[in-house]
Structures are given as C-alpha cells and as structure tokens.
C-alpha cells in the first residue's frame, strides 16, 4: 500500500495532501468591501478537497458560536490583523517544546491526553467546526502543520482556509486589530489514537532509505547546510531530494492546480505513485 508520510519533526508541504490522497461598541476593524465578484473557488479537481474552507464560506461564518478560528501566526504579526474572531496559536500550540530543537520528541505533537486537553481549553469538541489559517506565503506554513495534527487525531472537522490570510485579505474580507474575547473551554472531546500514516519517525526513514523518497522541502540554504533555522545539525537526509514548499502556491499564496503541483513533483522526480516522506 501506497504511504506518504510527513515526518514528524516538520510537517510543512500539507498541499501534498491534495493532489494524492458579536463585537463591542466600536470595534477596531480595518473594513473593505469584499469583491463580490470573485469568482467561486473550485477544488473538485482536488483528491482531499474536504481540509479546505474557502474565504467566501467562512466569511458568512464569523459569527457562528459553533465555528472555532484559529491564526497561526506569530503574535506580533496577529496584533497587526486578524481575522475577527479568530484565536491566536503559533506554530508549535499543539507541540512538545520543552528543550531544545534536536532534542529528542521536541516538536513532536503533544501526546493524545494532552492535546485532548490543549484544545478543550479553546472550546474544541468533536462537532464544531475548526478552521486554521496564517499568512502563508511569510512561511513556515503553521496553518498546515496545525491541521496535520488534527487529521492525525482523528479529526475530521477541521479545516485550512484556502489561500490563507493573503487571499482573505486580496477578496476584501475583514480584518481587525481587536483581542477576540477568550473562548470557553468544552469538555467531552474525544481524539483516536494517532494515525501512523500521517507521520514517519526517524527509526521508519532510516530504514526505508532505499525504498523512500525523501523530500525536503526547506530553503535551498537550508538544504545546503545552513542551520539559520534553529537546526540542529546543518546538511540534509542522505539521498533526499530539494523541493520548496512554496513553489506549489501561486503569488496569492492559494494552491496551485494538481496538474502543475504534479509537474513539479515530477521536475523533482517525484511522482503520485511514489512512496515518499516529506520533512
């Protein structure tokens, strides 16, 4: 059986995914007048078009108590503008951190009773809808590690905001500089045990060199060696291939079509029908 995994420590190319498997009194919003006529996103050319929400659903959504947002971006940068209501949640919310990068599970997801945990704190339960999103093209793409971790629990209403903050922003939706109100905790969220398919740990690519493609889809200095990063260790897997995660979105950071993100695949050698690891 087929198996694409992201490994563990760095799931950033979740596009992948596509292609094979109230406020108070006067609010601080930047206002715009969405494009009314912008056409309707069409994902049925997509395998696993169901991670997406596109800006134009979740525009009539914001004030659904039963819709839950989260950006993932850095705080900084959620202070300047956010989607209203949305929650912030970096890249590593749902993420063992104690420790340094390199050391051994850092940055791995949290255990399932701890995450349990993590996302009842915002309200999370099994029949709300969730939604990450971030501004995606400013890397390092924490909206789809985020939803990666969620599939892995088992999941499935949980969803990435097509073109992320970028194309929100591009079709004249709202922003605001507002703190959202802190949600109120749920109870009786139940995760499954994880999905092995979803991640390959080092033991599985050590192992699976001659069998795999690895794919490594960081900045080419990155691959070259430079640990600017945080890595720990400079260089990349022996034998992996370089692939920039952001050559598969177009300049509005929206995906890519499936024909050319399997052109690109294939120009790495890559193809839909290889086994391959993505870190």
Known sequence: MRKNKLFSLAALLVAMMLVLSACASQPAQETNKPEESAAKV???????????????????????PNVIIFDGNKPDAYAKGHIPGAISAGFHSFSKIEGKPGDPLWGTSLDKEELTKKLESFGVTNDKTVVFYSDVLTGPGPDGRNLWQMRMAGLD????????????????????????PAPAPSTGLVLKDFDDSYRATKEYVQENLDKTVIIDVRTEKEFKGSQNAGEARGGHIEGAKWLLWSDLLNENATPKSPEEIKEIMAAAGVTPEDDFVVY
């Open 42 to 64: 069409d994902l049925s050319g997509f395998e696993n078009s169901d991670i997406f929400i596109t800006p134009q659903e979740l525009s009539g959504m914001l004030d659904d």
């Open 157 to 180: 209403n949980v969803k990435l905001l097509y073109g992320g903050l970028a194309y929100w922003k591009e079709l004249g939706y709202d922003i605001t500089k507002d703190q959202s």
